[in-house]
């Protein structure tokens, strides 16, 4: 069993890293903000995917959701389903499209269940994917506010 998900198996640790992170980055918004957006997402970028690919196997989404699902990135789903299962999941918890791999959302929910400060948000519904933000760092987009922001013409 590889670190990443060892970590992701047992997400308290992440869960309580992703607060102080989340915390820190509110903290020093108004440095970030004077130093400019775009410089610190260049800056922040690497890291940010380098750490998140390792532990998370992060597609850098842009619109990181981390918190809300147990940890376990809902862009590894294959068919890039963000708000719970196709209803394809097979009877031993696998995805019908990979059938040898569990599917990412009996994941997120399992895991969901050992978290004490998120857990309860695997029930929330989550916004499509902007794909304009792929590539992005998820910190500065939740800072500018870009993370929730609706495109044009999204809204009914």
Not at 70 to 88: A, D
Request: a positive charge.
């Amino acid at each position: 069993m590889s670190l990443g998900t060892y970590l992701r198996n047992h997400p308290r640790l992440l869960e309580w890293a992703y607060d102080v992170t989340h915390r820190v980055f509110d903290a020093l918004n108004p440095a970030i903000a004077k130093i400019g957006y775009a410089r610190a997402d260049a800056w922040l970028r690497g890291p940010e995917e380098f750490g998140k690919k390792l532990i998370f196997d992060c597609r850098m989404c842009g619109q990181c959701v981390l918190h809300s699902t147990g940890m376990t990135c809902p862009m590894t789903c294959p068919k890039n389903l963000r708000n719970g299962p196709c209803g394809g999941v097979r009877i031993n918890g696998n995805c019908e499209v990979i059938p040898t791999m569990r599917c990412v959302w009996v994941q997120a929910f399992e895991r969901s269940q050992k978290m004490a400060l998120y857990g309860e948000e695997l029930i929330l519904i989550n916004p499509p994917v902007n794909r304009q933000l792929e590539g992005s760092s998820a910190w500065i987009n939740m800072l500018t506010g870009e993370d929730v922001n609706v495109p044009k013409g999204w809204k009914s």
